[in-house]
T-cell receptor, first 111, second 116 residues
């Protein structure tokens, strides 16, 4: 089982739609979580950090459920510019501070 | 936000040659740098963790003699792919951690390596 698993997608949604991505993680000791977005042939860019029960930033809402080891990302009123791959990431300090990336969910927002 | 640069951004080389990729933190000191590899349509896979002044810690399955990492200063880490082969063709991305902001890693723009 992968440490971080995501909906494989792809998600093709019309402009203005609401879309939700799901992510589960297997390491219960993970300390924090992030959503990154990655455009084609580019590096990942931090979208949101998710620390406790979740947080909201404009059209983006992230939820964390530690009991179920589940994270979600909700995008409301999607824009064409939201088209990208969204990466669910967990952080665990352990002996070597590192991030574990999910395989990503591809989103295409259609006009 | 913190800026990390990588050089070169892309490289094409013949099989058997060695390629060096530089990763620099431009406006902060990076106590730890990470090297990732990403194949098409796959996730980023951590290759190694590099701490300034010490040997890199390699992930299982990554050959340390093939992927040489040097972290000589708090702002520079290098990855050398030795005797590159076509299967080494990939997108190599570094990231740097400042150790101050919520464990956030700042990513370089990546280096696309194509080995002919």
């Amino acid at each position: 089982r992968k440490e971080v698993e995501q909906d494989p997608g792809p998600f093709n949604v019309p402009e203005g739609a609401t879309v939700a991505f799901n992510c589960t993680y297997s390491n219960s000791a993970s300390q924090s979580f992030f959503w990154y977005r990655q455009d084609c042939r580019k590096e990942p860019k931090l979208l949101m950090s998710v620390y406790s029960s979740g947080n909201e930033d404009g059209r983006f809402t992230a939820q964390l459920n530690r009991a179920s080891q589940y994270i979600s990302l909700l995008i409301r009123d999607s824009k064409l510019s939201d088209s990208a791959t969204y990466l669910c990431v967990s952080y665990f300090s352990g002996s070597a501070r590192q991030l574990t990336f999910g395989s990503g969910t591809q989103l295409t927002v259609l006009p | 936000g913190a800026v990390v640069s990588q050089h070169p951004s892309w490289v094409i080389c013949k099989s058997g040659t060695s390629v060096k990729i530089e990763c620099r933190s431009l406006d902060f000191q990076a106590t730890t740098m990470f090297w990732y590899r990403q194949f098409p349509k796959q996730s980023l896979m951590l290759m190694a963790t590099s701490n300034e002044g010490s040997k890199a810690t390699y992930e299982q399955g990554v050959e340390k003699d093939k992927f040489l990492i040097n972290h000589a200063s708090l702002t520079l880490s290098t990855l050398t792919v030795t005797s590159a082969h076509p299967e080494d063709s990939s997108f190599y991305i570094c990231s740097a951690m400042a150790g101050t902001k919520n464990n956030e890693q700042f990513f370089g723009p990546g280096t696309r390596l194509t080995v002919l």
